[in-house]
């Protein structure tokens, strides 16, 4: 069966750093891959999207997200943080052979430290 | 341009009494459309979808029904809410191409008391 696996509740950065948030799958294929933030008392919107060609692909304000086969795995990066990303971030994933429902990871928070 | 409106904001319902909530997309024809139950600490928990008018599957019904009365419309409803159901509620839309990205409303908050 799939599933996402997002091994951080919460991640505290400072503003201005780096940021790198994980994100593990298990799929016996390549599904699509999704990353997603959640502002406070916000829906969720979409941040990026993979399925295939270049590993490294960009999304919104910044982040991006690298997609490596041989480890499973889609992390989340920025390259400088800002106060305003404060939110939760969410991995998703969906696959044809479960009819494309997105199958979610626990989420997770990120702070920003001023 | 797509837009998908939830209604209402927030709530605050007594246990046992009735609830609906509504969810309207315009500017998307035959959409996939998807109900999401989101606990305070974040998991979510998808609950419904339909992908055409009149029919919806079943995820986890937690004593809720869902119904899709129009191809643009979405209503999540119970007639006799629990403590359980409080939390925050979102709707989605889909198309199947690119691998099924969900886009989702603004939320409804509701407080079961």
């Known amino acids: 069966a799939q599933s996402v696996t997002q091994p951080d509740a919460r991640v505290t950065v400072s503003e201005g750093a780096s940021l790198q948030l994980r994100c593990k799958y298990s799929?016996?294929?390549?599904?699509?891959l999704f990353w997603y933030v959640q502002y406070p008392r916000q829906g969720l919107q979409l941040l990026l999207k993979y399925y295939s060609g270049d590993p490294v692909v960009q999304g919104v304000n910044g982040f991006e997200a690298e997609f490596s086969k041989s480890n499973s795995s889609f992390h989340l990066r920025k390259a400088s943080v800002h106060w305003s990303d404060s939110a939760v971030y969410f991995c998703?994933?969906?696959?044809?052979?479960?009819?494309?429902?997105?199958?979610w990871g626990s989420g997770t928070k990120l702070i920003i430290k001023p | 341009a797509q837009t998908i409106h939830q209604w209402p904001v927030a709530e605050i319902k007594a246990v046992g009494s009735p609830l609906s909530l509504g969810c309207t997309i315009k500017?998307?024809?035959?959409?996939?459309l998807y109900w999401y139950w989101q606990a305070t600490g974040g998991t979510l928990q998808q609950l419904f979808y339909s992908i055409t008018v009149g029919q919806v599957e079943s995820v986890v019904q937690l004593n809720l029904s869902a119904s899709r009365p129009k191809d643009d419309q979405f209503i999540l409803s119970t007639e006799k809410l629990l403590l359980s159901h409080s939390g925050f509620y979102l709707c989605a839309w889909s198309l199947l191409l690119s691998g099924n990205t969900l886009y989702f409303g603004e939320g409804s908050r509701l407080i079961v008391v």
């Open positions: 500017g998307k024809s035959s959409p996939n």
């Open positions: 998703a994933v969906s696959m044809w052979d479960s009819n494309y429902q997105l199958i």
């Open positions: 799929s016996s294929v390549t599904p699509y």
